[in-house]
């Protein structure tokens, strides 16, 4: 099972760092992908990297404001987010899957996802 962790209440302007791990087994092997879906609306693809890292991909939304790292040592990928807005309140999801579908293609396996709330 995939698990986030993070989430939060945060200012107008600020950051915050989404984790993502397993309770079992590893994502060394998996390309790893965050969503979000805030109420009422579609969810939203917004970064995706490849198993060993070299390759990764953004939605135009969040590109120069997040990013996406992983630490495989650590069997953890995470989401940094900057100037974080208002509109960026959602709930946030990774999702894990075998081969390469990039930040708009179809995982197989998502968390339960992690609330961020930004407000002042």
């Known amino acids: 099972h995939l698990v986030e962790s993070g989430g939060g209440l945060v200012q107008p302007g600020g950051s915050l760092t989404l984790s993502c791990t397993t309770t079992?087994?590893?994502?060394?092997?998996?390309?790893i992908a965050w969503f979000r879906q805030a109420p009422g609306k579609e969810r939203e693809g917004l970064a995706a990297i490849s198993s060993g890292g070299t390759l990764s991909d953004y939605a135009p939304t969040v590109k120069d404001r997040f990013t996406i790292l992983r630490n495989n040592a650590k069997n953890t990928v995470y989401l940094k987010m900057f100037l974080l807005k208002p509109e960026d309140t959602a709930v946030y999801y990774c999702?894990?899957?075998?081969?390469?579908?990039?930040?708009?293609?179809?995982?197989?396996?998502y968390g339960q996802g992690t609330q961020v709330t930004v407000s002042s």
């Open positions: 999702a894990a899957s075998p081969t390469w579908p990039g930040v708009n293609g179809d995982y197989a396996l």
């Open positions: 079992g087994g590893n994502l060394v092997h998996s390309t």
